[in-house]
Protein backbone atom coordinates (compact mmCIF):
# COMPACT_ATOMS: atom_id res chain seq x y z
CA UNK A 1 0.00 0.00 0.00
CA UNK A 2 1.31 3.67 -1.19
CA UNK A 3 2.43 6.16 1.57
CA UNK A 4 -0.96 8.11 0.08
CA UNK A 5 -3.36 5.78 0.05
CA UNK A 6 -3.00 5.18 3.96
CA UNK A 7 -3.56 8.70 4.55
CA UNK A 8 -7.12 9.58 5.52
CA UNK A 9 -9.16 11.77 3.20
CA UNK A 10 -12.46 13.03 4.15
CA UNK A 11 -14.77 14.28 1.64
CA UNK A 12 -17.95 15.87 2.39
CA UNK A 13 -20.89 16.13 0.32
CA UNK A 14 -24.62 17.51 0.46
CA UNK A 15 -25.91 15.41 -2.33
CA UNK A 16 -25.72 11.85 -2.82
CA UNK A 17 -23.31 10.92 -6.03
CA UNK A 18 -25.47 8.31 -7.02
CA UNK A 19 -27.36 7.86 -9.15
CA UNK A 20 -25.13 10.75 -11.22
CA UNK A 21 -28.33 12.78 -12.58
CA UNK A 22 -27.22 16.18 -12.65
CA UNK A 23 -23.80 18.23 -13.00
CA UNK A 24 -23.14 18.63 -9.28
CA UNK A 25 -23.99 14.87 -8.71
CA UNK A 26 -21.80 13.77 -11.77
CA UNK A 27 -18.94 15.80 -10.25
CA UNK A 28 -19.21 14.22 -6.72
CA UNK A 29 -19.20 11.10 -8.38
CA UNK A 30 -16.38 11.06 -10.35
CA UNK A 31 -14.43 12.54 -7.44
CA UNK A 32 -14.94 10.34 -5.22
CA UNK A 33 -13.63 7.59 -7.96
CA UNK A 34 -10.45 9.68 -8.05
CA UNK A 35 -10.12 9.92 -4.30
CA UNK A 36 -10.58 6.59 -3.41
CA UNK A 37 -8.19 5.46 -5.74
CA UNK A 38 -5.79 7.98 -3.71
CA UNK A 39 -6.66 7.89 -0.63
CA UNK A 40 -8.26 6.24 2.45
CA UNK A 41 -11.30 7.63 1.44
CA UNK A 42 -14.41 8.56 4.40
CA UNK A 43 -17.27 10.24 2.51
CA UNK A 44 -18.91 12.21 4.98
CA UNK A 45 -22.76 12.95 3.77
CA UNK A 46 -24.65 15.49 5.25
CA UNK A 47 -28.19 15.86 3.39
CA UNK A 48 -31.53 16.26 4.33
CA UNK A 49 -32.56 14.10 1.57
CA UNK A 50 -33.66 10.06 2.03
CA UNK A 51 -30.39 8.18 0.98
CA UNK A 52 -31.45 4.50 -0.10
CA UNK A 53 -29.96 1.45 -0.33
CA UNK A 54 -28.28 1.65 -3.87
CA UNK A 55 -26.55 5.31 -2.79
CA UNK A 56 -25.19 3.69 0.15
CA UNK A 57 -23.71 0.80 -1.45
CA UNK A 58 -21.89 2.59 -4.09
CA UNK A 59 -20.37 4.85 -1.02
CA UNK A 60 -19.02 1.67 0.33
CA UNK A 61 -18.16 -0.16 -2.68
CA UNK A 62 -16.13 3.37 -3.36
CA UNK A 63 -14.95 4.32 0.32
CA UNK A 64 -12.81 2.79 2.95
CA UNK A 65 -15.69 4.07 5.48
CA UNK A 66 -19.25 6.00 4.97
CA UNK A 67 -20.91 8.41 7.36
CA UNK A 68 -24.50 9.51 6.26
CA UNK A 69 -25.76 12.38 8.64
CA UNK A 70 -29.39 12.96 8.04
CA UNK A 71 -30.66 16.60 8.41
CA UNK A 72 -34.23 17.38 10.14
CA UNK A 73 -35.98 19.27 7.34
CA UNK A 74 -37.75 21.88 9.35
CA UNK A 75 -33.93 22.40 11.16
CA UNK A 76 -32.51 23.09 7.75
CA UNK A 77 -35.40 25.43 7.15
CA UNK A 78 -35.23 27.39 10.41
CA UNK A 79 -31.47 27.77 9.97
CA UNK A 80 -31.96 29.26 6.75
CA UNK A 81 -34.34 31.70 8.41
CA UNK A 82 -32.11 32.57 10.55
CA UNK A 83 -29.27 33.51 8.45
CA UNK A 84 -31.47 36.41 7.27
CA UNK A 85 -29.97 37.84 10.75
CA UNK A 86 -26.41 36.76 10.77
CA UNK A 87 -23.32 37.30 8.49
CA UNK A 88 -23.67 33.24 7.26
CA UNK A 89 -25.33 32.43 3.84
CA UNK A 90 -28.45 30.84 3.46
CA UNK A 91 -26.79 27.58 1.91
CA UNK A 92 -24.65 28.10 4.95
CA UNK A 93 -26.89 27.61 7.29
CA UNK A 94 -29.29 24.81 5.93
CA UNK A 95 -26.61 22.32 5.97
CA UNK A 96 -24.96 23.17 9.07
CA UNK A 97 -25.62 21.05 11.99
CA UNK A 98 -23.68 21.65 15.00
CA UNK A 99 -23.61 18.56 16.39
CA UNK A 100 -22.36 17.12 13.10
CA UNK A 101 -19.99 19.85 13.58
CA UNK A 102 -18.74 18.15 16.84
CA UNK A 103 -19.11 14.38 15.72
CA UNK A 104 -16.47 15.68 12.09
CA UNK A 105 -14.35 17.61 15.04
CA UNK A 106 -13.31 14.29 16.56
CA UNK A 107 -13.05 12.22 13.48
CA UNK A 108 -10.60 14.92 11.71
CA UNK A 109 -6.72 14.29 12.76
CA UNK A 110 -3.73 16.71 11.98
CA UNK A 111 -2.14 14.55 9.51
CA UNK A 112 -5.63 13.83 7.31
CA UNK A 113 -6.95 15.56 3.73
CA UNK A 114 -10.74 17.68 4.34
CA UNK A 115 -11.98 18.11 1.10
CA UNK A 116 -15.12 20.58 1.26
CA UNK A 117 -17.61 20.14 -2.13
CA UNK A 118 -18.97 23.28 -2.28
CA UNK A 119 -19.01 26.75 0.24
CA UNK A 120 -22.00 25.03 2.16
CA UNK A 121 -19.89 22.16 3.71
CA UNK A 122 -16.81 24.68 4.19
CA UNK A 123 -17.80 25.54 7.76
CA UNK A 124 -17.33 22.23 8.82
CA UNK A 125 -13.74 22.96 8.30
CA UNK A 126 -13.30 25.85 9.49
CA UNK A 127 -11.47 25.06 12.66
CA UNK A 128 -9.24 21.87 11.00
CA UNK A 129 -5.89 23.01 11.03
CA UNK A 130 -4.12 20.78 8.67
CA UNK A 131 -4.63 20.61 4.95
CA UNK A 132 -8.19 21.80 3.54
CA UNK A 133 -9.34 22.19 0.27
CA UNK A 134 -12.20 23.74 -0.74
CA UNK A 135 -13.61 21.55 -4.01
CA UNK A 136 -15.73 25.11 -5.10
CA UNK A 137 -16.91 23.87 -8.29
CA UNK A 138 -18.04 27.60 -9.15
CA UNK A 139 -18.37 30.45 -8.00
CA UNK A 140 -22.11 30.97 -6.35
CA UNK A 141 -21.49 35.09 -5.96
CA UNK A 142 -20.52 35.75 -9.62
CA UNK A 143 -23.15 33.19 -10.69
CA UNK A 144 -25.74 35.54 -8.09
CA UNK A 145 -24.35 38.47 -10.22
CA UNK A 146 -25.31 37.88 -13.55
CA UNK A 147 -28.20 36.21 -12.62
CA UNK A 148 -30.28 38.39 -10.67
CA UNK A 149 -30.67 40.90 -13.46
CA UNK A 150 -31.23 37.84 -15.81
CA UNK A 151 -33.79 35.37 -14.08
CA UNK A 152 -37.49 36.51 -14.49
CA UNK A 153 -38.71 34.63 -11.38
CA UNK A 154 -39.69 36.25 -8.37
CA UNK A 155 -38.70 34.14 -5.48
CA UNK A 156 -34.95 33.36 -7.17
CA UNK A 157 -34.73 37.06 -7.40
CA UNK A 158 -35.09 37.77 -4.31
CA UNK A 159 -32.89 35.15 -3.16
CA UNK A 160 -30.22 36.07 -5.25
CA UNK A 161 -30.74 39.78 -3.83
CA UNK A 162 -30.38 38.66 -0.08
CA UNK A 163 -27.55 36.55 -0.71
CA UNK A 164 -25.65 38.05 -3.09
CA UNK A 165 -23.26 40.21 -0.61
CA UNK A 166 -23.10 37.62 2.05
CA UNK A 167 -21.94 35.13 -0.48
CA UNK A 168 -19.25 37.51 -1.73
CA UNK A 169 -18.20 37.91 1.70
CA UNK A 170 -17.80 34.47 2.40
CA UNK A 171 -16.50 33.25 -0.75
CA UNK A 172 -13.33 35.18 -0.37
CA UNK A 173 -13.15 34.36 3.62
CA UNK A 174 -12.77 30.16 2.53
CA UNK A 175 -10.85 30.51 -0.47
CA UNK A 176 -8.47 32.59 1.78
CA UNK A 177 -8.23 30.24 4.74
CA UNK A 178 -8.35 27.41 2.84
CA UNK A 179 -5.04 25.80 1.99
CA UNK A 180 -6.61 25.25 -1.61
CA UNK A 181 -9.42 25.88 -3.61
CA UNK A 182 -10.43 24.09 -6.55
CA UNK A 183 -12.87 25.77 -9.29
CA UNK A 184 -13.93 24.39 -13.00
CA UNK A 185 -14.57 27.75 -14.69
CA UNK A 186 -10.87 29.36 -15.59
CA UNK A 187 -12.68 32.96 -15.22
CA UNK A 188 -13.95 32.41 -11.59
CA UNK A 189 -10.53 30.96 -10.62
CA UNK A 190 -8.73 33.63 -11.69
CA UNK A 191 -11.14 36.10 -10.06
CA UNK A 192 -10.06 34.27 -6.84
CA UNK A 193 -6.38 33.64 -7.29
CA UNK A 194 -6.03 37.34 -5.37
CA UNK A 195 -7.48 36.02 -2.22
CA UNK A 196 -5.58 32.81 -1.44
CA UNK A 197 -4.35 29.21 -3.48
CA UNK A 198 -6.46 28.75 -6.53
CA UNK A 199 -6.72 26.04 -9.03
CA UNK A 200 -8.44 25.71 -12.48
CA UNK A 201 -9.07 22.15 -13.27
CA UNK A 202 -12.27 21.86 -15.78
CA UNK A 203 -14.84 18.99 -15.29
CA UNK A 204 -14.61 15.90 -17.79
CA UNK A 205 -17.26 14.02 -19.81
CA UNK A 206 -17.97 10.76 -19.31
CA UNK A 207 -15.37 7.76 -20.37
CA UNK A 208 -18.72 6.12 -22.79
CA UNK A 209 -19.13 9.35 -24.47
CA UNK A 210 -15.66 8.91 -25.45
CA UNK A 211 -15.88 6.16 -28.08
CA UNK A 212 -17.97 8.57 -30.82
CA UNK A 213 -14.77 8.99 -32.70
CA UNK A 214 -16.63 9.91 -36.23
CA UNK A 215 -19.09 13.33 -36.48
CA UNK A 216 -22.60 12.16 -37.64
CA UNK A 217 -23.02 12.24 -41.80
CA UNK A 218 -25.05 14.85 -42.99
CA UNK A 219 -27.51 12.04 -43.97
CA UNK A 220 -27.82 10.53 -39.94
CA UNK A 221 -29.01 13.99 -38.87
CA UNK A 222 -32.75 14.37 -38.24
CA UNK A 223 -33.90 17.52 -39.88
CA UNK A 224 -35.41 20.22 -37.80
CA UNK A 225 -34.97 19.08 -34.40
CA UNK A 226 -33.24 21.09 -31.66
CA UNK A 227 -32.50 19.66 -28.20
CA UNK A 228 -31.83 20.59 -24.84
CA UNK A 229 -30.41 18.65 -22.27
CA UNK A 230 -30.26 19.19 -18.38
CA UNK A 231 -31.76 18.63 -14.98
CA UNK A 232 -35.29 20.48 -15.52
CA UNK A 233 -35.72 21.33 -11.98
CA UNK A 234 -32.00 24.02 -11.80
CA UNK A 235 -33.46 27.35 -12.61
CA UNK A 236 -30.15 28.59 -14.43
CA UNK A 237 -31.74 25.48 -17.26
CA UNK A 238 -35.22 26.55 -16.69
CA UNK A 239 -33.94 30.43 -17.53
CA UNK A 240 -32.52 28.90 -20.47
CA UNK A 241 -35.28 26.87 -22.15
CA UNK A 242 -37.77 29.19 -21.47
CA UNK A 243 -35.53 32.07 -23.21
CA UNK A 244 -35.64 29.50 -26.47
CA UNK A 245 -39.51 29.36 -26.60
CA UNK A 246 -39.98 32.81 -25.40
CA UNK A 247 -37.92 34.62 -27.94
CA UNK A 248 -36.65 31.98 -30.93
CA UNK A 249 -39.35 29.45 -31.20
CA UNK A 250 -41.98 32.34 -32.59
CA UNK A 251 -38.44 32.75 -35.43
CA UNK A 252 -38.85 29.37 -36.41
CA UNK A 253 -41.19 27.59 -39.09
CA UNK A 254 -43.87 25.43 -38.06
CA UNK A 255 -41.96 22.53 -38.41
CA UNK A 256 -39.23 23.07 -36.00
CA UNK A 257 -39.30 20.73 -32.72
CA UNK A 258 -37.55 21.26 -29.49
CA UNK A 259 -37.19 18.25 -27.67
CA UNK A 260 -35.90 18.95 -23.58
CA UNK A 261 -34.37 16.30 -22.25
CA UNK A 262 -33.83 15.80 -18.07
CA UNK A 263 -35.54 14.60 -15.00
CA UNK A 264 -37.56 16.44 -12.66
CA UNK A 265 -39.37 18.94 -15.19
CA UNK A 266 -41.19 21.52 -13.09
CA UNK A 267 -44.34 22.97 -14.11
CA UNK A 268 -43.71 26.08 -15.86
CA UNK A 269 -41.58 23.75 -18.32
CA UNK A 270 -44.48 21.30 -18.80
CA UNK A 271 -46.56 24.58 -19.30
CA UNK A 272 -44.45 25.24 -22.26
CA UNK A 273 -45.50 22.41 -23.83
CA UNK A 274 -49.20 23.19 -23.04
CA UNK A 275 -48.66 26.45 -25.07
CA UNK A 276 -46.82 24.95 -28.29
CA UNK A 277 -47.19 21.37 -29.74
CA UNK A 278 -43.83 21.97 -31.40
CA UNK A 279 -42.07 21.92 -27.69
CA UNK A 280 -41.42 18.42 -26.27
CA UNK A 281 -40.86 17.84 -22.82
CA UNK A 282 -39.37 13.84 -22.57
CA UNK A 283 -37.70 14.13 -19.29
CA UNK A 284 -35.65 11.88 -18.24
CA UNK A 285 -34.30 9.85 -20.77
CA UNK A 286 -31.70 6.51 -19.87
CA UNK A 287 -29.81 7.30 -23.09
CA UNK A 288 -30.13 11.02 -24.85
CA UNK A 289 -27.23 10.77 -26.57
CA UNK A 290 -28.54 9.64 -29.44
CA UNK A 291 -31.09 11.62 -29.65
CA UNK A 292 -29.11 14.63 -29.06
CA UNK A 293 -25.65 13.30 -31.81
CA UNK A 294 -28.61 13.22 -34.64
CA UNK A 295 -30.36 16.86 -34.02
CA UNK A 296 -30.01 19.45 -36.11
CA UNK A 297 -28.60 21.02 -33.15
CA UNK A 298 -28.09 21.11 -29.49
CA UNK A 299 -29.03 24.59 -27.47
CA UNK A 300 -27.15 26.23 -24.39
CA UNK A 301 -28.71 29.75 -24.60
CA UNK A 302 -27.45 29.74 -20.73
CA UNK A 303 -28.92 33.06 -19.35
CA UNK A 304 -27.73 32.60 -15.53
CA UNK A 305 -25.63 30.11 -14.06
CA UNK A 306 -22.21 29.95 -13.70
CA UNK A 307 -18.88 26.97 -13.61
CA UNK A 308 -18.57 24.97 -16.87
CA UNK A 309 -22.23 23.95 -18.19
CA UNK A 310 -21.38 19.69 -18.06
CA UNK A 311 -24.20 19.23 -20.83
CA UNK A 312 -21.89 21.61 -23.43
CA UNK A 313 -19.27 19.19 -23.01
CA UNK A 314 -21.27 16.03 -22.91
CA UNK A 315 -22.58 17.37 -26.27
CA UNK A 316 -19.52 18.42 -28.17
CA UNK A 317 -18.13 15.02 -26.87
CA UNK A 318 -20.88 12.72 -28.60
CA UNK A 319 -20.41 15.59 -31.94
CA UNK A 320 -23.27 17.54 -32.05
CA UNK A 321 -23.58 21.16 -33.29
CA UNK A 322 -23.78 23.16 -30.16
CA UNK A 323 -24.89 27.24 -30.18
CA UNK A 324 -24.63 28.74 -26.87
CA UNK A 325 -24.30 32.19 -25.51
CA UNK A 326 -21.38 34.04 -24.48
CA UNK A 327 -22.15 32.83 -20.67
CA UNK A 328 -22.39 29.46 -22.12
CA UNK A 329 -18.78 29.36 -24.26
CA UNK A 330 -16.83 31.19 -22.22
CA UNK A 331 -15.67 28.72 -19.77
CA UNK A 332 -14.80 26.46 -21.55
CA UNK A 333 -10.91 27.28 -22.42
CA UNK A 334 -9.34 26.85 -25.46
CA UNK A 335 -12.85 26.43 -26.95
CA UNK A 336 -13.49 28.93 -30.24
CA UNK A 337 -16.65 30.07 -31.97
CA UNK A 338 -16.90 28.79 -35.35
CA UNK A 339 -14.15 26.22 -34.94
CA UNK A 340 -15.77 24.12 -31.84
CA UNK A 341 -19.45 25.16 -31.11
CA UNK A 342 -21.30 28.67 -32.60
CA UNK A 343 -21.10 31.63 -29.58
CA UNK A 344 -24.67 33.48 -30.08
CA UNK A 345 -26.48 35.72 -27.81
CA UNK A 346 -28.92 37.40 -30.42
CA UNK A 347 -32.87 35.50 -30.65
CA UNK A 348 -32.95 36.27 -34.23
CA UNK A 349 -29.67 35.69 -35.25
CA UNK A 350 -29.69 32.40 -33.81
CA UNK A 351 -32.83 31.14 -35.23
CA UNK A 352 -31.47 31.51 -38.52
CA UNK A 353 -28.47 29.78 -37.38
CA UNK A 354 -30.61 26.87 -36.47
CA UNK A 355 -32.73 27.44 -40.35
CA UNK A 356 -29.39 27.47 -42.14
CA UNK A 357 -28.02 24.42 -40.08
CA UNK A 358 -31.11 21.85 -40.40
CA UNK A 359 -31.66 23.32 -44.57
CA UNK A 360 -28.10 22.26 -45.02
CA UNK A 361 -26.75 25.81 -45.79
CA UNK A 362 -23.73 24.59 -43.80
CA UNK A 363 -22.18 21.90 -43.89
CA UNK A 364 -21.99 21.06 -39.78
CA UNK A 365 -19.40 17.88 -40.19
CA UNK A 366 -15.99 20.03 -40.06
CA UNK A 367 -17.44 21.52 -36.50
CA UNK A 368 -18.88 18.68 -34.95
CA UNK A 369 -15.38 16.51 -35.73
CA UNK A 370 -13.40 19.29 -34.25
CA UNK A 371 -15.87 19.22 -31.34
CA UNK A 372 -15.29 15.80 -30.68
CA UNK A 373 -11.55 16.04 -31.20
CA UNK A 374 -11.40 18.85 -28.63
CA UNK A 375 -13.28 17.73 -25.77
CA UNK A 376 -11.13 13.86 -26.07
CA UNK A 377 -8.10 16.32 -26.04
CA UNK A 378 -8.99 18.42 -22.88
CA UNK A 379 -11.96 17.63 -21.04
CA UNK A 380 -11.04 13.95 -19.26
CA UNK A 381 -12.12 12.68 -16.36
CA UNK A 382 -8.52 11.45 -16.38
CA UNK A 383 -6.46 14.51 -16.57
CA UNK A 384 -9.42 15.62 -14.01
CA UNK A 385 -6.83 13.23 -11.42
CA UNK A 386 -3.87 14.11 -12.62
CA UNK A 387 -4.49 17.75 -12.36
CA UNK A 388 -5.88 17.55 -9.05
CA UNK A 389 -3.22 14.64 -7.46
CA UNK A 390 -0.90 17.73 -9.08
CA UNK A 391 -1.83 20.87 -7.58
CA UNK A 392 -2.26 18.91 -4.24
CA UNK A 393 1.56 17.67 -3.86
CA UNK A 394 2.17 21.30 -4.64
CA UNK A 395 0.82 22.48 -1.29
CA UNK A 396 2.09 19.93 0.98
Given at each position: MSKEKQRKCHFIITRSPFPAIGGDRVKSFNMIKILNSIYCLNIVLVTEELVDENAIEFLRQNSSSVSVYNLSLIGCYWRSFQSLFTKNSMQESYYYSKNVALLLEKQFHRNDIVICNLIRTARYASDFDGLKILDAVDSIFLNYKRSISETKNLFWKVIYYLEKRKICNNEWKWVQSFSLSLFVNSLEAKYY???????????????????????????????????????????????????????????????????????????????????????????????????????????????????????????????????TTPLGASPISGGQDSIHFYTIDDASKLAQKIIDVSNHSIDTTEIRQNAINFIKNNFTWGSYRSLMIKSISEIK
Open positions: EQWGTVRWIPNGVWDDLLKFNIAPKQSEIKVNTITFLGKMNYQPNVDAVKWVCKHVMPLLPPYFEFLILGSEPDNSILKLAAKDKRVKVLGFVSDPYQIMRTSSVFVAPMQTGGGIQNKILEALAIGCCVI
